[in-house]
DNA sequence: GATCCTCCCTAAAACGATTTAATAGCCCCA
DNA sequence: TGGGGCTATTAAATCGTTTTAGGGAGGATC
C-alpha cells in the first residue's frame, strides 16, 4: 500500500500524510484529529513507505559499498562484522563484492557499487588507485590517494613485537614468510620487520625468505613457503609467517619434516584470527583489532559523508598485540 | 549527469535518448544519426543511469538479502561465496545482515530487508517461521514453511557415511557431539546420526552425547562438550562432531586429557571447512558442497523471482561426501 | 487537394515519496 | 466591507528514469 492510496483512503492529501507520518516540525500545523486519523490508518494497513522511492527523492541511499578480497578468509570475515554491526547501528545497510584478486573485477567492483548508488566505499585488503566520487576507506591501505582514508595497523610496533618476542627467546636465526604481492599489507609489514630485525641486530637473509604465492586462503601457500625454506639448507629455529593461516601451513610442513614445534622451530602468526588459539600448537601472534578496525573504518565513512566531501585524515592508526601462546618458546641450544 | 540534462544538452527529449540507450526494439524508429549522436555523447560524458530512478520505474532493484548467523564462521562465508557468485554473474547484489543467533534481530533483519525492496530473501542457517512477501530460499531449513525453499544435505546419507567409516574401522564405543539448539541442522543431523547407529546396530548412549552450547564461532565449543565427554567417564573410541570447528576444539580437549588422535580416539568433522584439511591432525570429515549449496541456493532463487509468486518445490537436496584423513583410523585393541 | 503512409521523434504519465509555496475558510477589527 | 491574521490543508514540483500514445513533416496515391 503507497502513501498516495492511504491519503486517498483517508481523504485527504498526499501531502498531509507525509507530513504527519515523518512527523515534521511542518506537521504541527495539522490538526490533533487529522494527525492521529493518519496514525492509525497507516499502523492499520502496516505502511512502509517505499525505500526506493524515498531514496530517489532524498538522494540518499543509506547503503554503503564494501569490497574485499574474498569472504571466507577470516580476515575479511572480522572486519566485515566490525563494519556491519557500526552500519546497521546507524540505520545502513550494506552490499559486498569479493573480487578474488582479480584485476578486472578490482576495477570494477567499485563502478558497479558507485552505479548502485552508494554513499560510500569501504575497500578491505584491496588497492583503490583511482579517486571515486564517493569517500572510500581504505582498511589496511597504504597509499595516498585523494579522497581515500586509510585504516592501518602500526607495523612498526608489530615488527617490533614478533622480533622482540622472539630475539628474547634466543631466537638469532630468523626465517620470514612474506605475503602475497597482491596483498596491500605484504610491503609495509615486510619493511617493518626487516627494520626491526636492524634494530635488534638480526641479520635478514635471502636464503631465509619465502614468499606466499597463489590466491587460496588455505594454509597450503603457508606450507609451500615453509617447504621452500627447508629445503634452502640454511638453519633457523624461527620463523615469522604473513598471516596465521600461512603459518598452519608452515607449522604443517615442519612437522612432516621431523621438526617440533616449539621446540626446533618457533612460529609466530599474524592477526590473532579464530583458528590461530586452537590449532595445535596454539599460535603465538600478532593481534590486528580487526572487528575494531572494521568498525573504525565504517565510523569514519559515516562521518566523511555526514561532513560531505573535502575534510578527511589520510590515516587512522591502530595498535597490534602479542599474543602469546604455545607455537614460541626458547631457541633450542644446539644451534647447528 | 542526469538523462534529463543529457537530452536538453543534444536537443532531443529524454524519451528518445532512453530508448537509444537502452536499445529496446521502438528504437529502431530513431534515425541512425541521432542514434549515434545519442550514443557519442552518452560515451563522452560517461552518462550511467541512476539506479535508484530506474528501480523505482522499474520496481525492479536487483538486489536480495542474505541472513546468516555469522559472517566469521566458515560455514556462512562459504554459503555466502556460491550465492554472490551466482548473483554478480546475473546482475544483481546483495545486502548481508548477520543476527548473531539474537531472536529480535531474526525477525527484524527479513523485515528490514524487504523495507529496503529486496526482491528475494536467502536465509543461512536460520530459521524462517513466518511468510514473507518474497520468494525466500532457506539453507539448511528444514521447516516447511510456505514460500520457503530449502536447500538440504541427504542427512541420512551423511549419517551412514561417517559411521559407515567408523564402524568399518572396528569402532563400537562412539560419542557425539550435537550442534546447539539454534542451529537448524542440529536435530536433523542428530536423527540421522541414531538412525544410521541403529542400523549398524550400534548403541547410543546418554552417556556418550554432548551439545554445544553458546555462540562462539570457535572451537571453544566443541572443546567444552569433549570435557563433558571425558568427564563422565563412559569409555569410547570414536567421536563424531557436529562440525570441524568443533571436532578441532575436541581433539585439544583429547590431547590435553593424554589421548592421542587418532590412535586413541577417532574424530570425525563435519562441513569440511578450510580449517578442516589444514588441522593437525587433519581431519577426517563430511564434505558439505557449501558453496554448491549458495550457488543453488541464489540459482533457485532468482527462478522464483522470475516465475513470480506460486510455483516452488520445498526441498532441494545436496549430496555430503566422506573425506578420509588423518583424525580417524583403526580402533584401538585393547578397549578398556 | 484530400487522404494515407512512413519516418522520426516527443509529450506526458507513470513509479512513490517529500517539500514548498499557496490557498481556502474563518474570525476579528476598523 | 475590506483587509489582516490565523489555522488547516493541499497543489504542484521534484528526484531520474521508462514507456505509450500520438503528432508533425514529407512524400506518394487517388
Not at 92 to 101: D, E, K, N, P, T
Not at 165 to 193: C, P
Amino acid at each position: 500500500m503507497s502513501l498516495k492510496e492511504l491519503a486517498r483512503h483517508l481523504n485527504v492529501s498526499p501531502a498531509t500524510v507525509s507530513l504527519v507520518l515523518n512527523n515534521v516540525p511542518a506537521a504541527r500545523a495539522i490538526s490533533k484529529a487529522t494527525r492521529e486519523r493518519v496514525l492509525a490508518a497507516a499502523r492499520h494497513f502496516q505502511y512502509r513507505p517505499n525505500f526506493v522511492a524515498r531514496s530517489l527523492r532524498a538522494q540518499r541511499t543509506y547503503a554503503v559499498g564494501v569490497i574485499v578480497p574474498e569472504l571466507s578468509d577470516g580476515y575479511s570475515a572480522l572486519v566485515l562484522s566490525g563494519i556491519e554491526d557500526l552500519l546497521l547501528r546507524e540505520g545502513y545497510m550494506y552490499l559486498v563484492a569479493s573480487h578474488r584478486h582479480r584485476p578486472n573485477l578490482i576495477d570494477r567492483y567499485p563502478a558497479m557499487l558507485i552505479e548502485r548508488c552508494v554513499e560510500g566505499l569501504i575497500a578491505v585488503d584491496t588497492p583503490c588507485e583511482h579517486p571515486l566520487p564517493v569517500p572510500v576507506i581504505s582498511v589496511s591501505g597504504h597509499r595516498r590517494v585523494p579522497g581515500v582514508t586509510n585504516v592501518v595497523l602500526n607495523h612498526r610496533r608489530a615488527g617490533e613485537l614478533a622480533l622482540g618476542h622472539l630475539v628474547g627467546l634466543g631466537h638469532r636465526r630468523i626465517a620470514f614468510i612474506k605475503g602475497q604481492a597482491f596483498s596491500s599489507d605484504t610491503e609495509v609489514r615486510w619493511e617493518a620487520m626487516r627494520s626491526a630485525a636492524r634494530r635488534f641486530g638480526i641479520p635478514v637473509q635471502p636464503g631465509l625468505v619465502a614468499q606466499l604465492e597463489g590466491e587460496s586462503p588455505s594454509p597450503e601457500l603457508g606450507y609451500v613457503a615453509a617447504r621452500k625454506l627447508l629445503a634452502a639448507g640454511q638453519p633457523f629455529t624461527a620463523l615469522v609467517a604473513f598471516n596465521d593461516i600461512s603459518a598452519i601451513g608452515a607449522i604443517r610442513a615442519f612437522r612432516e619434516a621431523g621438526l617440533r614445534v616449539p621446540e626446533d622451530v618457533s612460529v609466530v602468526g599474524f592477526d590473532d584470527a579464530y583458528a590461530a588459539a586452537f590449532h595445535i600448537p596454539a599460535l603465538t601472534t600478532i593481534r590486528q583489532p580487526l572487528y575494531r578496525m572494521g568498525m573504525l573504518a565504517a565510523e569514519t565513512l559515516l562521518r566523511l559523508i555526514a561532513a560531505g566531501p573535502g575534510a578527511q585524515r589520510s590515516y587512522i592508526k591502530v595498535e597490534p598485540e602479542l599474543v602469546i601462546r604455545e607455537s614460541t618458546g626458547p631457541a633450542p641450544s644446539d644451534q647447528t
